[in-house]
């Protein structure tokens, strides 16, 4: 079973700041119905006003995942690094099951396709509720931000050329803190990111633990 592929989209729109919307998967593996792309898209005045990050003075990215390490990587960057005219690039990245594992490859493709789409549907869903949360915690401490949202299996990759993309100045991660082992093995975003990524990473480590 060939891998699916998906696509950022660029269409933005309001949401207590600037929300760049994605598009569902644009083509599907063998045995599985093809999805349209389906933005939920802005007025072009939205979008316009909410272009803001041409006059930035510097851009950072920061991934967010709901987790505690990107929470602590946000409140790094806004206690340490924050300047009044910088612009704010929130990233989330949304990592699917895969479907031939998680769901068998003997499934109806009917049932396959209903099934995978509900499971990405959920995980859009969260990850629009996570977004609304950093703008507007961005919100009220003054901050210009705009969150991205992206579905794909390699996170590291896409924050490296969303960093291109968008020209980005700093990158700024929280660390899972893996142990040696499964670093090895399974590498971690922040890894990747840290020996790819053309601009500086800031990765923020974990929290040690008390003794």
């Given at each position: ?15 207590s ?16 119905a093809?999805?349209g ?7 072009p005045?939205?979008s316009?006003n909410?272009?803001?990050l041409?006059?930035?003075e510097r ?13 602590r990587?946000?409140e ?11 612009g704010?690039?929130?990233?989330h ?14 499934t109806k493709?009917a049932?396959?396709t209903e099934?995978f789409s509900?499971?990405?549907?959920e ?6 509720e ?7 915690q961005?919100?009220?401490?003054g ?8 579905i794909g299996?390699?996170?590291g990759e896409h ?9 980005i ?5 929280g660390?899972r803190?893996l142990?040696?082992?499964?670093r090895?093995f399974?590498g ?11 601009t500086?990473?800031?990765i923020?480590p974990p ?5």
């Amino acid at each position: 079973m060939r891998p699916m592929r998906f696509a950022a989209a660029t269409t933005t729109a309001r949401a207590s700041g600037c929300f760049t919307i994605l598009r569902l998967p644009l083509s599907t593996s063998a045995g599985m119905a093809t999805a349209g792309a389906s933005p939920l898209n802005s007025s072009p005045k939205e979008s316009e006003n909410g272009d803001y990050l041409s006059t930035a003075e510097r851009k950072v990215l920061l991934s967010v995942d709901g987790s505690e390490d990107s929470a602590r990587a946000f409140e790094w960057y806004t206690t340490n690094l924050l300047r009044e005219k910088d612009g704010l690039i929130l990233v989330h990245i949304v990592e699917p099951a895969n479907a031939g594992v998680n769901y068998g490859l003997a499934t109806k493709p009917a049932v396959l396709t209903e099934d995978f789409s509900k499971h990405i549907t959920e995980l859009v869903d969260k990850g629009k509720e996570l977004g609304k949360k950093f703008l507007h915690q961005s919100k009220a401490l003054g901050i210009r931000a705009r969150f991205v949202l992206h579905i794909g299996a390699k996170p590291g990759e896409h924050i490296c050329r969303l960093s291109k993309e968008l020209a980005i100045d700093i990158i700024v991660m929280g660390s899972r803190g893996l142990g040696k082992l499964r670093r090895t093995f399974l590498g971690s975003v922040s890894d990747y990111v840290l020996h790819h990524a053309s601009t500086p990473v800031i990765i923020i480590p974990p929290q040690k633990k008390d003794a």
